[in-house]
């Protein structure tokens, strides 16, 4: 049904532990993934094991499937592939394809209940669910359904790392799902000053500049011979994707 964690990516937990196990996921476009993705992976463990003492099972990267449609989205295929390459160089992020391999659009909710309950069912003990997110994903919330909000709530707690430093995380305090659920938040700081985004990597491709260190070498590598990003003609959009019923079009 779903790529999971390679179960040798997986860490180890001690049979006499009664720490909190949590898997880290990250949900998104990856169009393409960037070293800000797996950047705010690490930053997020590193948080969750040094100041709330909870155990890591893993990390994992869950892309978009084709269904939700939005213009100038490469395929779920060379999404994923991008995502597996740049998983490659990590004890223990992963990539996830449910949403990929899904023929219909999977709101964040229901995916990371597959994800908790997939893990549950091979540890056999409580694993709870961490959405690691930029600040973005929180602004948009708003557009979503209001079901998909409250269900995500009540799935899983968010861990989010502001774009733009002290006064994009005031702005984050501001906004109102923040206000209405703060206990479901966790900001992770904004001590690096760090902001690579998957549009500004497609503008630099189609205008022929480098992306070097914007994202893993495998990753530029794939794009160069698949030739992605390099189309100028505007996408053909579907009025039966989830983006076209959902961004006001």
């Not at 390679?6 to 180890?12: D, F, H, N, P, T």
Request: hydrophobic share 40%; net charge negative; proline share 4%.
């Amino acid at each position: 049904m779903m790529s999971m964690l390679q179960r040798g990516k997986l860490s180890q937990i001690p049979e006499d532990s009664d720490s909190e196990v949590v898997v880290l996921v990250e949900c998104g476009s990856f169009n393409p993934v960037t070293v800000f993705h797996l950047l705010l992976l690490e930053l997020a463990r590193d948080v969750i094991e040094r100041e709330e003492g909870m155990i890591v099972l893993g990390g994992l990267l869950s892309p978009v499937g084709d269904a939700y449609g939005k213009p100038g989205l490469a395929s779920s295929e060379d999404r994923l592939k991008m995502c597996e390459l740049a998983a490659q160089s990590s004890s223990w992020i992963d990539v996830c394809s449910v949403e990929c391999d899904s023929e219909v659009f999977l709101p964040t909710w229901k995916v990371l209940v597959m994800i908790r309950e997939d893990l549950c069912a091979y540890t056999n003990r409580a694993v709870h669910v961490k959405l690691v997110c930029g600040e973005d994903l929180v602004h948009s919330m708003p557009k979503w359904a209001p079901e998909n909000v409250e269900n995500l709530f009540q799935q899983a707690s968010l861990l989010v790392m502001p774009r733009s430093g002290a006064k994009s995380n005031e702005n984050l305090l501001d906004a109102d799902v923040y206000q209405r659920r703060p206990e479901k938040f966790k900001l992770l700081g904004n001590s690096l000053a760090f902001n690579v985004s998957s549009s500004e990597i497609r503008k630099r491709v189609s205008e022929d500049r480098s992306i070097k260190y914007l994202t893993c070498d495998p990753v530029i590598q794939y794009i160069e011979e698949r030739r992605l990003y390099r189309e100028s003609e505007k996408p053909e959009i579907s009025e039966n994707s989830y983006w076209f019923k959902h961004s006001g079009q």
